[in-house]
């Protein structure tokens, strides 16, 4: 679908598709495109059925599944995306309008935000949106991590151990497959290998961690940094997580799909952590923080090096990242390494 239906934008109205992850089930579109006469984003919503993606992209009607398909509708509806860390500096787009179609579709209509893309943020700006998540889940640790949340029946109830159960990996694992060998040492191979040998551990170790509010899914092109702070899209798959993860996954998936140069990574490491730390303030002891940082980034991306070497030789299968294989396992060495790392300090 290049332009969305007719009942919702006429044709003589301008909309303009925006990149997306076209395998999830739950998205039938976004465009750029106008509201009652204001610049606006549609998001047009699919039940379970009515997308195309893979299985591993499913949309859900569980309320408490990682993938259901009205979460980030009921996230709007409800003001929960616009308010739950409004204190911390971290806003939604404004609501413009929710229709509920007569196909069981919904058009989510959002006001456009006026400000750079995530992925032309500098280390600087990075910084500060850590610093923000830091205070925002600071805010949820200190009425016992749930707050308000347990109002909401249509939260992710175990976001992370059920999305990162849900990539397709196959066994046995290629690890010495020629595209990763001419890419990656072998002791690095060998530290990826451990890393999803021992996955099950490494979520068992992040259910014991301090539990906040997540967002879940925090990078560069769900941000947006207007002049008056950040800005977060993309409230589908909000719910409790641990502490650590929103900013670990800011790090690492900033990187993952080439959108953002990787030599800034180490300044991105040590500003994200400084800026996570001191947004948490006194809420966490920093050790732990440190600790959980690692550990929620080793639990997020742990199938990741093993579903490229399922894949190698054949399609990427990626969304965002458009470069060729060789280049792609390249890109990504930094990143891995750095993830092998994190997997390794955590884990002890």
Same mark, same amino acid.
Request: charged residues 20%.
């Given at each position: 679908?290049?332009?969305? *239906?007719l009942?919702?934008?006429?044709?003589e109205?301008?909309a303009?598709?925006?990149?997306h992850?076209?395998?999830?089930?739950?998205?039938?579109?976004?465009?750029?495109?106008?509201?009652?006469?204001?610049?606006?984003?549609l998001?047009? %919503?699919t039940?379970?059925g009515?997308?195309?993606? #893979?299985?591993?992209?499913?949309?859900?009607?569980d309320?408490?599944h &990682?993938?259901y398909?009205?979460?980030?509708?009921e +996230?709007?509806?409800?003001?929960l995306?616009g308010? /739950?860390? +409004?204190?911390?500096?971290?806003a939604a787009p404004?609501?413009?309008? %929710?229709?509920?179609r007569?196909d069981?579709?919904v058009?989510?209509?959002?006001?456009?935000v006026?400000?750079?893309?995530?992925t /032309?943020?500098?280390?600087?700006?990075?910084?500060e949106v +850590?610093?923000r998540l830091?205070?925002?889940h600071a805010?949820?640790?200190?009425e016992?991590g749930?707050?308000s949340?347990d109002?909401?029946?249509w939260?992710?109830r175990n976001?992370?151990?059920d999305?990162?159960s849900?990539?397709p990996?196959s066994?046995?694992?290629? &690890? @010495?497959? *020629?595209? /990763?060998?001419?890419? &990656?040492? +072998?002791p690095?191979?060998a @530290?990826?290998?451990?890393?999803?040998?021992e996955?099950?551990?490494?979520?068992?170790?992040?259910? $014991?961690?301090?539990?906040?509010?997540?967002?879940?899914?925090v &990078?560069?092109?769900?941000?947006l940094?207007?002049?008056?702070g950040?800005?977060?899209l @993309?409230w589908?798959?909000v719910g409790?997580? #641990?502490?650590?993860e929103?900013a670990a996954n800011?790090?690492?998936?900033t990187?993952?799909? !080439?959108?953002? @140069?990787? /030599?800034?990574?180490?300044d991105m490491v040590?500003a994200v952590?400084?800026?996570?730390?001191?947004?948490?303030?006194?809420a966490?002891?920093?050790a732990?923080?440190v600790?959980a940082?690692r550990?929620?980034?080793a639990?997020?991306?742990?199938?990741l090096? #093993?579903?490229?070497?399922?894949r190698?030789?054949?399609?990427?299968?990626?969304?965002?990242?458009? $470069?060729?294989e060789a280049?792609?396992?390249?890109?990504r060495?930094?990143?891995?390494e750095?993830?092998?790392?994190?997997?390794?300090e955590a884990l !002890?």
């Open positions: 679908m290049t332009r969305p *239906p009942d919702l934008v006429p044709a109205v301008p303009h598709p925006l990149t992850n076209p395998l999830n089930g739950v998205t039938g579109g976004i465009w750029r495109t106008r509201r009652d006469g204001r610049p606006a984003v998001k047009l %919503i039940p379970p009515g997308g195309v993606g #893979p299985v591993h992209w499913a949309a859900s009607d309320p408490g &990682w993938n398909w009205r979460r980030e509708v +996230a709007y509806a409800s003001g995306a308010t /739950a860390w +409004a204190d911390a500096g971290l404004e609501v413009l309008g %929710i229709d509920e007569p069981g579709t058009a989510l209509w959002l006001a456009e006026d400000g750079r893309p995530g /032309a943020g500098t280390v600087d700006d990075f910084a +850590a610093r830091g205070a925002a805010d949820w640790l200190a016992g749930t707050r949340a109002r909401y029946d939260l992710a976001w992370l151990r999305y990162t849900s990539r990996v066994e046995p694992v290629p &690890w @010495d497959h *020629p595209v /990763a060998v001419a890419a &990656w040492r +072998a690095l191979r @530290d990826l290998r451990r890393l999803w040998e996955r099950h551990g490494v979520l068992a170790a992040t259910d $014991r961690l301090p539990q906040t509010l997540c967002h879940h899914d &990078w560069p092109t769900n941000l940094l207007p002049a008056d950040p800005v977060l @993309d589908s798959f409790p997580g #641990p502490i650590g929103d800011l790090v690492l998936d990187f993952f799909d !080439g959108l953002v @140069d990787v /030599a800034l990574l180490p040590e952590l400084d800026g996570y730390l001191a947004g948490l303030g006194k966490v002891d920093p732990l923080a600790r940082v550990l929620t980034g639990a997020k991306y742990f199938w090096a #093993p579903m490229m070497l399922n190698a030789g054949g399609a990427t299968g990626q969304t965002y990242d458009r $470069r060729d280049a792609m396992f390249a890109g060495l930094p990143v891995l750095l993830l092998a790392r994190w997997s390794a !002890g």
